[in-house]
């Protein structure tokens, strides 16, 4: 497998605390995988009072994207500078198309998670859209992760979808860290059923995984890899196994129009409430549209 990133990152960077230390940590991931980092701001733009065009001026634009470059480059210690090349793309509307637009041409889309708000409920906040429509692999970063190296890079694996996706950006990031990779698989008890043949499911799940991480064990012989099933809803046993130190990879699939949906998945509920960042690499759907 590949494992070497050669487009870099972008982190889209609004001023807020939370932007902030999404950059923290979208700096040490450009810096371990030794790409270049670019950050992305976004000026929404009022509109005139009297005819529909945007009232701004370049200059003004500019020197906004020049402020916030300047505040995360003071977030650099001066010994790490030099380290990572940073730079800054402006762009005139809402943030979350500019990065959705940026992710089809890098390796990594990084963005802040804000605190507890609708996202829980309705699709809508920036992480959100941006995690739902981007091209490529999304990271969210939430204000408790610590913004260096993982400790863990732990996969949530899901045998309804091809895992190859997040398994990549998994053992990408793993390589990169020097850290092992977990795949964890949560064996539903939905029925009576399904509890009295539990042992014969957990084995058969079992035998699965460990199928699964042998094969990448030897596209990635570098990488610790080990694997584990437990017995419960997917949500909770992901949210009691990682930490902040840790970097969680999910699947999912692409929303490729931008429009409003209900949470509910596995992806969508652990985007808003894991301790540690979470990435999701997509899985493409076949003759998907494109927006």
């Known amino acids: 497998m590949d494992e070497t990133w050669t487009r870099g990152i972008v982190v889209g960077v609004d001023g807020s605390p939370e932007s902030y230390h999404a950059f923290d940590w979208a700096r040490a991931a450009a810096a371990r995988h030794h790409v270049p980092l670019t950050v992305s701001h976004a000026e929404a733009v009022p509109i005139g009072p009297i005819t529909p065009v945007p009232a701004y001026e370049i200059e003004s634009l500019q020197s906004a994207t020049q402020r916030i470059l300047s505040r995360v480059n003071d977030r650099i210690e001066p010994a790490d500078r030099g380290a990572v090349h940073v730079d800054a793309v402006p762009s005139v509307g809402a943030p979350a198309p500019a990065l959705v637009h940026a992710s089809r041409d890098v390796d990594l889309v990084v963005v802040g998670r804000r605190g507890a708000d609708v996202t829980r409920h309705l699709l809508g906040s920036v992480s ?23 400790e863990r890079v732990v996969v949530g694996i899901g045998f309804d979808d091809d895992p190859t996706a997040p398994l990549e950006l998994a053992f990408a990031e793993a390589h990169a860290a020097g850290c092992p990779v977990v795949l964890l698989h949560a064996v539903q008890r939905s029925t009576r059923v399904a509890c009295e043949a539990g042992a014969g499911r957990v084995a058969g799940v079992e035998a699965a995984l460990k199928g699964l991480a042998y094969r990448w064990k030897e596209l990635a012989p570098d990488v610790e890899c080990r694997e584990e099933v437990r017995t419960g809803d997917p949500v909770d046993i992901l949210l009691e196994h990682v930490t902040p130190s840790d970097l969680l990879v999910l699947g999912g699939h692409r929303h490729p129009r931008f429009v409003g949906r209900l949470l509910g998945s596995v992806p969508d509920v652990l985007l808003g409430d894991a301790p540690c960042v979470v990435a999701v690499a997509h899985t493409a759907r076949p003759h998907a549209a494109t927006d």
Do not use: F, L, N
């Open 128 to 150: 959100s859209t941006v995690v739902a429509h981007a091209h490529g692999p999304a990271a969210v970063v939430p204000i408790k992760a610590r913004p260096g190296d993982p």
